[in-house]
């Protein structure tokens, strides 16, 4: 379980927006706002240390990807969509890639 201070804190779709539009073209502070969100991902799945840090540098660089993506889409913002929420897909890829699910 992460640390309390490192417990992901979404911001609203407008906070979001802001922080997005201001942190072109590295979106380094995104970047950081998100990695708590990535860490409490990867940790409901048990892997060994090796592919843990695989997954979380790759999901630290889909950030950049991901948000210019979501500001690229106009539709995101007008439909005030949070960007945390789109940027769990990619987790969610990330880890599938790693952990499949099984069919019955």
Known sequence: MPHPSQQFRPR??????ALLQSD???FLATTEYLHPLITQGLNLFEMSPAD??????????????AAARFLG???NHT?????CTYFSWYIHQRIGEK??????
């Open 12 to 17: 609203s779709p407008c906070d979001e927006l």
């Open 24 to 26: 072109q073209p590295d």
């Open 52 to 65: 843990y840090r695989r997954l979380e540098n790759q999901l630290l660089l889909d950030v950049r990807i």
């Open 73 to 75: 889409n106009t539709a």
């Open 79 to 83: 439909a005030g969509y949070r960007f």
């Open 99 to 104: 952990h499949p699910k099984k069919t019955p």
